[in-house]
């Protein structure tokens, strides 16, 4: 059995022939009634972006929308104190809830099929770390070096849902840096003391 949860749902795999549909539902149902555990502490993350240009090639798009310079937007962001409020779409793949709503923007018209891992971005109401390269629907603001998803590391995910998340502003020697320490299995994002 996997399941997969997501902002409003859980969705359950299962093999029809080792537990049939009914007996499944009453053991969820019954899961579903006993009392939440208590809350865990989150783990506080502060991770380094380059922002701009050839690594967030919609900054200047997305300053022009919003009626601001991409300086403020970067600002707007970096202030931003977000929670991983789920994992999914690809591995890795953070969707961050706490963007200031002056960045809140709909999502690109037409979506890319390929975007760079590490990306740094927004959409909707919501900020994203996309691990791995892959299609997005969303602005691109900058870049990280941070693998939050590298199978052969411990912990094969680094972010978990409800971890918090800062910024950090780099420079593109510091990203090219950072990259390369990535690579070799290195965390890079920092974790900050609660």
């Known amino acids: 059995m996997e399941t997969v949860p997501t902002y ?4 359950v795999h299962y093999d029809p022939l080792k537990i049939r549909f009914d007996a499944l539902g009453e053991k969820l149902i019954g899961l579903a009634t006993l009392p939440s555990p208590p809350a865990q ?11 701009g240009g050839e690594h967030g090639i919609d900054l200047e798009d997305v300053a022009r929308s919003l009626q601001t310079t991409p300086d403020e937007i ?8 977000y929670r991983v409020a789920m994992l999914g779409f690809t ?11 002056r960045l809140e923007m709909p999502r690109r018209h037409e979506p890319r099929l390929l975007t760079p891992a590490g990306t740094i971005s927004i959409g909707g109401v919501q900020a994203g770390i996309q691990c791995l390269p892959g299609p997005s629907g969303w602005h691109l603001l900058g870049r ?6 590298q199978l052969n590391r411990n912990p094969v995910f680094l972010l978990e849902p409800g971890d918090r998340v800062s910024f950090v502003a780099v420079d593109a020697q510091i990203f090219a840096e950072q990259e390369r320490a990535a690579e ?5 994002a920092d974790l900050v003391p609660s």
């Open 184 to 188: 070799q299995g290195e965390w890079i």
């Open 74 to 81: 970067v600002t707007r962001h970096l202030r931003g104190d």
């Open 91 to 101: 591995p890795g793949w953070s969707y961050l809830s706490g963007l200031d709503p």
């Open 41 to 51: 502490q989150s783990r506080r993350w502060r991770i380094p972006v380059v922002y």
């Open 8 to 11: 409003r749902s859980l969705l």
């Open 144 to 149: 990280t070096a941070v693998r939050t998803y």
